[in-house]
């Protein structure tokens, strides 16, 4: 391509552009897990295997410009957080009225 069809291109397409707009993101994520065991009144040991999981989502500056310091800002935040134990044995998650160990 010639240089003058490529300026000409350019110029172009800078006055069809639409504004730009930025957003300011940040994920976070975060994983525990915990073992243990609790030693109940009643005879025998419940191991506890817990497992916690959380993933956030932060979104700022939503549809605004140039922001003066002191103004609002519209922003987003989410926050999901997964938290289970798993592993237990049924004598310890079901009721029995004869079980000798409590629901």
Do not use: H
């Not at 237990?88 to 160990?101: E, G």
């Amino acid at each position: 391509m010639k240089p003058r069809i490529c300026i000409a291109a350019f110029a172009v397409a800078l006055a069809e552009s639409a504004p730009a707009a930025a957003y300011d993101v940040q994920v976070s994520a975060s994983t525990g897990a915990q073992l243990y065991a609790v030693a109940p009144e009643w005879p025998g040991t419940i191991l506890r295997r817990r497992y916690l999981q959380t993933l956030g989502l932060d979104v700022f500056r939503l549809g605004q410009g140039d922001v003066d310091p002191g103004d609002p800002e519209l922003s987003f935040k989410l926050r999901m957080r997964l938290d289970t134990d798993f592993g237990m044995p049924p004598s310890v998650t079901t009721y029995s009225p004869t079980s000798t160990s409590p629901a």
